[in-house]
């Protein structure tokens, strides 16, 4: 049930400062169920100073709050050594637009699966040509198969010819499932393609050209031919 805001400022605020860490960590947990959100110094700095049985909820919140004061504290909570608190910084940190790009395009390194794939996954929602350099570079190195199937759907949101050039040359990944995500892709860019019917594969022709879709704001001008 959500809380009255101002009964909530009334009796729950004070608590924040509580010397029993439980009192304060209960107190931050109550007033991230108010509507609408609380936005004080305290909530945020008791927030920070969860352990990690609460880091999950209060990633959501901080994803949420939309407030510039939640980055430093999500960015803090991607460098926690629980590998399912920096999925969880990650996954919510794209609502915060370009300024966590830089944020997430480190995590791309992380030796955790997992959290690169949510990383990618933030990325493709905020789909910033500012990212694409990392985007290649973790293109290049990741062997994670459902990360590589994120990283298509990354590139397919920035209409650039570095981005193009790349999906173009996973149309005949022998993963299919990556062919067509990246035939699609390029697709909802702007090109249309050819099916090629010539393998028992189905495998989307490397045939490309320049269109505009109606309805859609035109592309960038690219020569098919120059990428």
Not at 39 to 50: G, K, P, R, V, Y
Not at 78 to 102: K, M, V
Not at 103 to 120: E, F, N, Q, V, W
Not at 126 to 148: G, M, N, Y
């Amino acid at each position: 049930m959500k809380h009255n805001q101002s009964i909530a400022r009334k009796f729950i605020d004070p608590l924040l400062l509580d010397s029993r860490t439980v009192v304060r960590d209960s107190a931050a947990i109550a007033l991230m169920q108010v509507s609408p959100p609380v936005l004080s110094d305290e909530l945020f700095a008791a927030i920070e100073a969860f352990d990690s049985d609460h880091l999950h909820d209060a990633a959501y919140w901080l994803g949420s709050c939309a407030n510039p004061r939640a980055i430093p504290i999500l960015s803090k909570m991607s460098h926690d050594s629980n590998e399912y608190t920096q999925r969880a910084a990650a996954e919510n940190l794209w609502s915060y637009g370009r300024d966590a790009i830089p944020i997430l395009c480190k995590m791309l390194s992380r030796p955790d699966a997992g959290t690169r794939r949510a990383a990618l996954y933030s990325l493709a929602r905020i789909a910033d040509e500012s990212a694409l350099d990392a985007l290649l570079q973790c293109a290049a190195k990741e062997t994670d198969e459902k990360a590589r199937g994120v990283l298509v759907k990354a590139l397919g949101r920035i209409n650039d010819p570095r981005s193009i050039q790349w999906l173009r040359g996973h149309l005949a990944d022998p993963k299919q499932r990556h062919s067509r995500s990246a035939a699609r892709a390029l697709e909802q860019l702007g090109w249309t393609s050819r099916i090629s019917a010539t393998t028992s594969s189905s495998r989307y022709d490397t045939s490309f050209t320049a269109s505009e879709p109606s309805g859609r704001t035109p592309p960038i001008l690219i020569n098919a031919k120059s990428v």
